[in-house]
């Protein structure tokens, strides 16, 4: 835990170096607009150095944070997040967590209308959220791979009526809506049995900057297994992911939300000689996500809200619900400071922060 004396002295120095910062970005700022699915510059929490190089890494930042600035777009970077978790998107709903290609669409529509803005959950778990100043990050993740996620039409273009082509049309209809989500994937990608299509349908979806990760081998319930086999199961998919040209995972999801017994081999082991290391494991409900910023965030359990109406169990639960009370409570929802460089809070929250070296904290 940080005192608060040093909390100041870091602030204090985080205020000298946005100054600097912001002399030395505005000689050298080519362009106001960040790439959306250009590689990572560098992460808040995690590979992070403990005072920033005033030599830019990759393209300047748009906006460097000040607490004048953080208080005027009431940036509040310790909020909940909510990180969407779909299954199937069928025409024809056959089972409860089923969604239409329809119901996606409007779901999207509403989150891009309201300022939310896509981020992966790879990109969330390590805690490099670009997001606009004033804006919501939110997290789609779909789990499974299942053949409505996504396909290739003959002449190269997602198919339509999958959930890559409606992420697509909304991000084509609102030019702030990021599109990008997480494909926690197993053995036969997307319904693909041979190894060149699943390879081109990987390739794609990473090409564009989606992130393509582990929801394990074969689906099982890992509580039902042995620490050993659970290895095995995150290792085979690693393997796969690996053949298909897709980076090491960064993140996955538990088959039906199910933690093995002794948590941590979800998230770090190895078997066969092949090693997986996550930044999050993500469970399968049932409330928006606390920040990665925040003392009581559990990279090792994070929760996600599985998108549905309002009906039976989801009065409470599921997205139609946690969307509406996010709208009614604004000071619990994560709104950005447009800086991916700086942590910007209001001044009460400032004990709740993770205690960790090099997060340049603007507290307002
Ligand atoms: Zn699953």
């Not at 998108?307 to 709104?335: A, F, I, T």
Request: hydrophobic share 40%.
């Amino acid at each position: 835990m940080r005192t608060s004396a040093s909390l100041t002295r870091i602030i204090g120095l985080a205020n000298v170096v946005v100054v600097t910062v912001a002399i030395i970005g505005l000689s050298l700022m080519p362009s106001p607009v960040r790439p959306h699915a250009g590689p990572p510059v560098r992460a808040k929490t995690e590979e992070s150095t403990p005072q920033p190089s005033l030599t830019p890494v990759g393209p300047p930042p748009g906006i460097v944070a000040t607490p004048e600035f953080a208080r005027q777009v009431r940036a509040n970077e310790l909020g909940r997040v909510p990180i969407l978790m779909y299954h199937r998107i069928v025409r024809k709903r056959m089972a409860s967590l089923d969604r239409t290609p329809d119901q996606l669409r409007a779901e999207l529509e509403k989150l891009a209308k309201k300022g939310y803005v896509p981020i992966t959950a790879r990109e969330f778990a390590i805690g490099d959220i670009r997001v606009p100043a004033g804006k919501f990050p939110v997290v789609l993740t779909f789990d499974d791979g299942h053949h409505s996620h996504f396909a290739l039409d003959a002449s190269g273009n997602p198919a339509p009526d999958t959930a890559v082509a409606v992420i697509q049309e909304v991000a084509a209809r609102h030019p702030g809506f990021r599109p990008v989500a997480t494909f926690w994937i197993n053995k036969e990608p997307f319904g693909l049995r041979d190894e060149a299509s699943q390879a081109a349908a990987v390739r794609w979806l990473v090409d564009h900057g989606y992130e393509v990760a582990n929801h394990t081998w074969g689906h099982p319930n890992l509580r039902a297994l042995k620490k050993k086999k659970v290895r095995e199961q995150i290792v085979r998919l690693e393997r796969l992911l690996k053949k298909l040209g897709v980076p090491p995972s960064r993140t996955m999801a538990l088959p039906y939300g199910a933690m093995p017994h002794g948590k941590k081999v979800a998230r770090r082991g190895s078997w066969d000689g092949t090693r997986y290391d996550f930044a999050g494991v993500f469970l399968a409900g049932a409330e928006p996500s606390l920040s990665p910023y925040a003392k009581k965030f559990d990279p090792g359990a994070i929760q996600r809200i599985q998108s549905n109406g309002k009906k039976g169990e989801c009065r409470k639960w599921c997205s139609q619900h946690w969307l509406e009370w996010l709208d009614k409570h604004p000071g619990e929802r994560y709104v950005s400071d447009g800086d991916p460089d700086r942590i910007s809070i209001p001044g009460n929250l400032r004990g709740n922060i993770i205690a960790k070296r090099g997060l340049q904290v603007i507290a307002y």
